[in-house]
């Protein structure tokens, strides 16, 4: 067996079944604001280009994917990011979501001869870190907290780091934080790319949930462009169609950027034998051509997010992020006897920051926080506001 499969730590939410285990909640409706699982209903078109395509279930998929595919995200992308062009045949690359492409993208890209590192943000989404061991990479975190806005301390990482970086991971809009790097953060990622010749890996998969439709969160595509850099040397971006349009189960968005890396990349892809179906591409181009689902998505989420904060601010150290559908609250005890005993005497299952980060030097920053996502129906995330509320009253 592969040894670094003995590097990785069970997955938070394996965690959080132990946590809970031999606890007998209240008896009344569960809530779980644990996963981030949209709920709201997919969109009917989309449905319909899906049913409508199932002929193509005789046909074998490219992992190149169709030309029309690449050519509305390409579209959608040029758009969104203002970019003067973004070439849908050597820039872009349709994927099965974007959970598989980044851990499949570490593989790919990853020197294991010249002793690699990693780096990526604390708390993270955790296939970055399994991606970094499985690709025979060692993974250094940075710290986001709310001393830095839950920005990543870029400026804390050594020189020796930057040095053995091979990529870097980045989340933004961030999870679980919301947070949103802004320009100069994004260019002075960009001139230690250039500096220490390592990749930029920017997961965007939460970058179409905002609060403000005037500012949507920067992309690093955009910034390049910004910086005349409109081949994207040594950036790549990771979209999906499961947060923006409602369709997890759809397994459907794209990587994007520097040409001579998504042909590598590409390489990889064609013996790793991941190519997205074709009735699922046809779907995903409906999606992709279709703002107006996307801004009722929005609106939904504001106002879960106003109801939710206007119940809870008064209770816990919480507020809005900049973007995402994550609350990242501060608990008044330890994180994972709150979750414990909100559990048991609410019914509510809510995730341990803990169990997203890891342990530094500083300690770990998910300590005595809670993930919260508002993925539920508006009512459910109001009974569950009140129900914490409750709780947190009673501690």
Known sequence: ??????????????????????????????????????????????????????????????????????????????????LSALDANTQVLPVNGTREALFAFAQAVIDRRHDPIVVAPNPF???????????????????????????PDFDAVPTQVWERCQLLFLCSPGNPTGAVLDRAALEKL?????RHDFIIASDECYSEIYFDEAQPPLGLLQVCAMLGRHDFQRCVVFHSLSKRSNVPGLRSGFVAGDAAIVEKFLLYRTYHGCA???????????????????????????????????????????????????????TPCDDREFARELFRAENITV?????????????????????????????????????????????
Not at 190 to 194: E, F, R, S, Y
């Open 276 to 330: 997205m179906p074709v009735h699922q591409q046809l779907a995903s181009i409906a999606a992709w051509n279709d703002e107006q689902h996307v801004r009722d998505n929005r609106a939904q989420y504001r106002k879960k997010f106003d109801a939710v904060l206007d119940i809870l601010g008064s209770s816990l150290d919480v507020a809005k992020p900049n973007a995402g559908f994550y609350l990242w609250a501060g």
């Open 190 to 194: 960009i001139a230690l790319a250039d």
């Open 1 to 82: 067996m592969n040894p670094d499969l003995d590097k990785l730590q069970p997955y938070p939410f394996e965690k959080l079944a132990a946590l809970k285990a031999g606890v007998t909640p209240v008896a009344q409706p569960h809530i779980a604001l644990s996963i981030g699982e949209p709920k709201h209903p997919a969109p009917a078109f989309v449905s319909a280009a899906l049913s409508a395509n199932l002929a193509h279930l005789s046909t074998y998929p490219t992992t190149k994917g169709i030309t029309e595919l690449r050519e509305a995200i390409a579209s959608w992308a040029t758009r969104r990011f203002e």
């Open 351 to 395: 995730l341990p920051g803990q169990f997203l980060a890891r342990e530094t030097a500083t300690g770990n920053p998910g300590a005595n926080r809670i993930r919260m996502a508002l993925v539920a129906e508006f009512d459910e995330c109001v009974e569950a506001a009140q129900r914490i509320q409750r709780f947190v009253r009673s501690l």
């Open 125 to 151: 989404y955790q296939i970055y870190e399994g991606a970094a061991y499985l690709a025979g990479a060692e993974p250094h975190f940075v710290n986001c907290i709310a001393a830095n806005g839950f920005v």
